[in-house]
């Protein structure tokens, strides 16, 4: 070997290690930014306005877009603008006649023409400001044969499917629990809303399941989020029991709940329903909005 030729050899030895190093040392870089970097949310997430009552509606809104909220939950028409202004959508939209509502609703055929006529106002009202889901109840039994009252409830929503398809408005049917916090409410299983949107067969009308609600009605949470997802167009969170924060006070594991959620394809939203024992309660809705997100 001739001295040019060593020296050429180890030059490009050396040049070799130094490009291995480097790559080295630029991978290991970028591991140590994408291990701090914070991935987006798989979780649409929302808070339900009622919660926080005794805080002004301004203040939710600067906050929760702190947070990481994408939407209020249960606004009505005058509030809409409030959550536009901050950056946020009303993800659903709770507007009733006078009279009507959780325990007066579907199930009654005198109850249709003034509920139909209400959303018939509301529905082109909600599309012209962006919005695309509102809520609606079965009511109560008093008496009332669950199969009839899946019947009469279709009956009911069927003629408002048209209106809802065309402005391509969900209307969604709250699953409430009737054991502990609304006695006799009709739409209280699952399976039984369930069967109501397959009478309806519309892609415009789903389900809002409830999780503290379903939680104390029936359990088995995960499946019936994978089993049932296609009826299913909104999410609320709650901790049971008490209905106060979803952390590792209560029964439920949220973070495994909030992954089922993702990999059933939802991609509406989940909104944050539970009342704070926290006196700081957007602390509490902060720390719970953490829980449920999903990188």
Not at 51 to 65: M, N
Not at 93 to 116: A, C, M, W
Not at 260 to 285: C, M, R, W, Y
């Amino acid at each position: 070997m001739t001295r040019r030729s060593a020296i050429k050899t180890l030059s490009s030895a050396t040049a070799a290690a130094l490009l291995s190093e480097n790559l080295s040392a630029r991978m290991a870089a970028s591991d140590a930014a994408l291990d701090g970097q914070d991935f987006a949310d798989k979780i649409n997430h929302s808070a339900c306005r009622w919660c926080y009552s005794d805080i002004s509606l301004d203040d939710l809104c600067k906050k929760g877009k702190e947070i990481g909220l994408q939407a209020i939950d249960l606004l009505e028409p005058s509030e809409w603008a409030t959550a536009q202004k901050y950056g946020l959508t009303c993800s659903m939209v709770f507007s009733q006649p006078k009279g009507y509502g959780i325990p007066n609703g579907f199930n009654r055929f005198e109850n249709h023409d003034t509920l139909v006529k209400h959303y018939e106002d509301l529905i082109p009202k909600m599309a012209n400001a962006g919005l695309d889901k509102v809520i609606c109840f079965s009511g109560n039994r008093n008496g009332l044969d669950d199969e009839l009252g899946i019947q009469i409830c279709a009956v009911g929503l069927k003629r408002l499917m048209p209106l809802a398809e065309k402005y391509k408005v969900t209307i969604i049917m709250e699953l409430l629990n009737s054991k502990v916090d609304h006695a006799d409410y009709q739409c209280d299983h699952t399976a039984w809303g369930v069967e109501l949107a397959k009478s309806i067969g519309s892609e415009n009308f789903k389900l809002l399941y409830d999780i503290y609600h379903m939680q104390i009605m029936e359990g088995d949470v995960i499946r019936t989020i994978r089993d049932s997802n296609k009826y299913i167009g909104h999410y609320h969170t709650g901790g049971v029991p008490g209905r106060n924060e979803i952390d590792e006070s209560q029964e439920l594991y949220y973070p495994a709940i909030m992954k089922a959620i993702v990999e059933t394809g939802h991609k509406g939203f989940v909104a944050q329903e539970f009342i704070p024992k926290n006196t700081d309660k957007l602390a509490s809705l902060e720390k719970c909005v953490k829980i449920c997100a999903v990188k």
